[in-house]
C-alpha cells in the first residue's frame, strides 16, 4: 500500500530524504560562509591590489612593482622573516625542552604544572601584550629596576631597533610555547614505553634515544605543529602592535601591521591590500606541506 | 652518602647495585626535572605577576618609584572599583560578550550541521569541501581585514559592534568544523545505522545520538569559538572608533590612555578583568581546553 499510496509528493520528498540531498543543505551554511568570507575576500583583495589609491583606475601589477622598490619594504620583508623564523625556532626548543621535563614527572603531578605553563596561551594576546609594554616602559621598566639592581644601565627595550626586535620575539615565544609544549607532550606520550626499553637494552644513552626513538616517532607531530606556528607567526599583528606600531622609524614592521598603517591608517586601501598579500607565497608554500602531511599521516592511519 | 652505606652496597650482587644505581639516576632527573618546571613557571607568570602588583597600585605610587616595582607597598582596590563605576568600561564588557555570545551560537551552529554532514555523508564535492575547511584555517585575519574594511564600509557597519558578529565567525568556523569532523568520525557507525532502523530522521539522529555522544568535542569547540572571539583585535581596531561600540581587547587601550596620560594601575587592572572570562573557564574546564588544542592537529 505505502508506494502507492503516495505518488507525487513521495518523489519530492523522497529528494530531500536522500543522503546527499541532506548533506549538501546541512553544510550549506558552511560553504556560504566560506565562499561569502573567505574566497570572495581573498579574491577582492587581489582585485583592490590593482587599483590607484583613490580607487578610480585599473593600474595592474604597479603597486605590486612599487612596493619591491622601496627600502621601508624590503625592511618590512626582513624583519616578518626574521621575526617568524626565530620566534619559531625559539618556540619549537622551549616547547620540546618543557615537553621532556614535564615526561619524566608522574602524570598526577603534570596536571598543576601544565595549568600554570599554559596561562600564556590562555589570557587573550591583546591583554597579556600590554603587562608586557608595561615592563619595557622607558621610565618605569620594572626590567630595568632589577638590571639597576646589579649595576647594568638601563636598556631602550622598545627604544631601539635592535632590542624591539628582541623584545617582540620574546614576548611571542612566551606566548606561543606552551602550545608546543602541549602538542610535544600529547607527542611524546603516544611513543610506545618498549621502544625506549627496547633501545636502553641495546645499550642506548639519553642522547642516542632522542636521536635514534623520540625524534623519528615525533617527526609529524613536529613538522605540523612548526608550520602551523609559522602560519600564525608570520601573519601576526597584536604584539608588533601594541608594542611598537612600527618604530622606532618603521624599523619593526612586520606585513600585517605595516598593511594596517598603510591601509587603514594612510587611507590607501589598494596599497594596504598589496602589502598583505605578499603573505599570500609564504602562506601557501606552508600549507601545501601540512596538507600533505595531513594526508600521509591519515595514510598511515588508514593502513 | 656515608661509608657504612656504600660498605653494604658493595656486599650486594653486581645486578642489585645497578638497579639501585639506576633508580638513583631516576631520582635525580625527577628533581632535576621538578627544578627546571618551576623555573619555567616563575618565568612564565613573570608578566601577569607584574600585571596584579600593577593594578593594586594608585597612580601616585606608580609614579613615586619609592618601592620596588615588583611589590606594593599600599594596596588598594581602587583601580577596580572606579572601573566597575565606569560606564565605557562596563559597555565594553558587554559589547564583547554580545558579540562573543552571537559569534559562539553561530559557529557552533554553524559547524556541527557541517562537520556532521561531512563525516557521516558524501555529496557531490564533499571531499573538497573538507580540504577547502582547512585551506581557510590557514587563511588570517591579517589579509582578510582590507577587504573586509571596504565590504563592511559598504554594508554600512563601520564603526557598530554587530559588524564584527559578520566577520568573527570566519575565525572560529573552520577550526570547529575541523574538530567536530574529527570527533564525529569517530562515533561508531553502528550507532546511526541501529537508529535509521528504528525508523530515526537524521536530525533526530544528530540531536540525540551525536551531540550527545561528541559532547566533549561540542565543549572544546565551544570554548576555542569562544576565547577566539573574546580576544579577537585587528578587527575591532580597524572597525570600531567610538567608545560605545568598541570590544574590551581595544576599548582599554584607547579608552585609558588619554593624550599621553597613561593611567598604568587602570590599565593593568581593567587587562586583568578583561582575561577573567577565558581563563576562569579554562581553569574549569582545562580538560576540555586541552583536547581541543591537540586535535586539531592529531586527528585529521
Known sequence: MYPVARPRVGRARKFLRRRSTVAFLMCLPLILLIGLLVVYPTIYAIYLAMLNKRMTRFVGLSNFTFLLSRSTFHLVIFQSCLFAISAVIAKALIGFVLAHLMHNIPNKRQRILRGLLLIPWVVPLALSTLGWWWLFDPSYSAFNWLLGGI??????WLGSTGWARFCMILVNTWYGSPF??????????????????AAAIDGAGTWQKLRYVTLPMMRNVISITVLFSLIVTFADFTIVRILTAGGPQDTTHIFATYAFEVGIQSGDVPMGATVSLFMLPILAVASFFILRGVARRSREMDA | MTSASQEALAGLPVARRRLRSLSRQRRWALWGSYAALAVFVVMFLVPPFHMLVTSFKTSGEISEQKVSPWFVAHPTLS????LLHDAHFLGFFYNSAKVTVCVVGLSMAISIFAAFGLARMRFFGSGVLATGVFLTYLIPDSLLFIPFFQIIGKLGLINNAWGMVIVYPTLAVPFCTWIMIGYFASIPKELDEAALIDGASWLQILFRVFIPVAMPGIIAATIFAFTVSWGQ?????????????????????????RADVFQWGKIMAGSLMAAAPPVLIYAFLMDYYVAGLTAGATKG
Not at chain 1, 608546543?180 to 626499553?197: C, D, G
Open chain 1, 151 to 156: 649595576g647594568l644601565g638601563p636598556i631602550p
Open chain 1, 180 to 197: 608546543f609544549m602541549i602538542m610535544y607532550l600529547a607527542a611524546l606520550k603516544s611513543v610506545p614505553e618498549q621502544l625506549f626499553e
Open chain 2, 79 to 82: 583601580n577596580y572599583v572606579e
Open chain 2, 233 to 257: 583585535f585587528i578587527y575591532p581596531l580597524a572597525y570600531l572608533y567610538s567608545s560605545d561600540q568598541m570590544v574590551l581587547t581595544v576599548g582599554i587601550i584607547s579608552d585609558l590612555i
